[in-house]
Structures are given as C-alpha cells and as structure tokens.
C-alpha cells in the first residue's frame, strides 16, 4: 500500500504571486479540496498533496521610519501551486494541509506581535521578519518530523490542536 508523502513548499516572502491567485487566511474559512488547483504533478509518486502558502507584507506608507500600523502583514495559499493527488483525497490528509496553512498564520501573527508599537524602518522590518522566518521553517519542519508528513494520525491531531491553540493565544495580532 502506497504511504503517502505528503509534501510543503511554504514560502515566507513579500509578493509572489498577485492577488487574484491567493486566499488569504480566515478563522471562517477552511480550505477545501477544490482550492488544490495545480495540474503540475510533483515528480514523486509518494506525494499525497502540496501546500504553496506564505506570508507577505506590505508598507502602507514606504517612508524612511514607519509604525507597525503602517505594515500590512498577512497570511495566504496559492491555488494555482498547490496540489492534491486524486487517491489522496482524505480528512486527514486535507487536515494536515490546513495545518501547514494554519502555521503561516501563526507566525504572521508572531511577525505582527514582534514589530507590534515599534517604529522601524525597512531594514529594521526585514531583520523581524528574517528572524520570524527562521523560526517558521524550524516550526513547518518539525511539524512534519512529528506527524511523519501526517501519517501520524494521533500525532497529527495532537499537532493540529496545538497550531489552532497558539493561533488563539495570539488572537490580539489577528488582522
């Protein structure tokens, strides 16, 4: 029987791709098989689906010295490069996939919460974010080492519930 692997590619960057091509994170919105709209395949026959999610910000006002109030930061996933395998399709495995999306916010708002009453200027901003984003892809990695890629059913659930509780925690840096 085939294990799925179930793959990441999260990108903690300003500005990929537009708009159009991204939702955004929502408490009230959960993503659904039919937002994994990539037709490109991962090379791999193991790989159950791909997650493309990121957080971007945006200066409202790009002047020299700026607030936190004037940084737009937010959370999102790309459709267009993300990827599901059709014999794959499970709870699970769409719970694991939301999780890593779930973790993207988290870490915006850890982003929101690090530049929080603070005035900085840009170089200033990408040295928080630099740091929050090492921090992500420790997070995003040893989330996949727990869950062994959400093979892991109880380590899966126990993970989930434990992105969804720090996201609460932070519930002051929400947009």
């Known amino acids: 029987m ?6 990441l590619i999260f990108l903690f960057i300003i500005g990929l791709t537009n708009a159009q091509d991204k939702i955004f994170w929502n408490e009230n919105r959960k993503l659904v098989w039919e937002d994994f709209q990539s037709k490109t395949q991962p090379n791999t026959s193991k790989t159950a689906a791909t997650t493309f ?12 010295k700026f ?4 940084v737009k930061i937010q959370s999102f996933f ?15 495995v ?3 996939e939301q999780s890593h999306f779930d ?35 420790d997070y995003q990695q040893d989330y996949e ?5 959400g093979r892991i059913r ?10 969804n509780q720090e996201i609460e925690k932070l519930s002051n840096f929400k947009t």
């Not at 085939?2 to 793959?7: I, Q, S, T």
């Not at 999610?53 to 409202?60: D, R, T």
């Not at 267009?80 to 395998?85: L, P």
């Not at 080492?145 to 890629?149: A, I, K, Q, R, S």
Request: net charge positive.
């Open 2 to 7: 085939l294990r799925p692997f179930l793959a």
């Open 53 to 64: 999610c990121g957080i971007s910000y945006l200066l409202k006002s790009p002047t020299k």
């Open 67 to 70: 607030t936190s109030k004037e």
């Open 78 to 92: 790309v459709p267009s490069k993300s990827w599901a395998h059709n014999e794959h399709k499970t709870d699970l």
């Open 94 to 96: 769409l719970m694991h």
């Open 103 to 137: 973790i993207a916010e988290l870490f915006a708002r850890r982003l929101r919460k690090l530049i929080s009453d603070k005035t900085m200027d840009a170089k200033a901003l990408q040295k928080f974010y630099t740091k929050v984003y090492d921090d992500y892809k």
């Open 145 to 149: 080492t727990v869950t062994n890629h």
């Open 154 to 163: 109880e380590k899966q659930l126990e993970y989930t519930e434990k992105i």
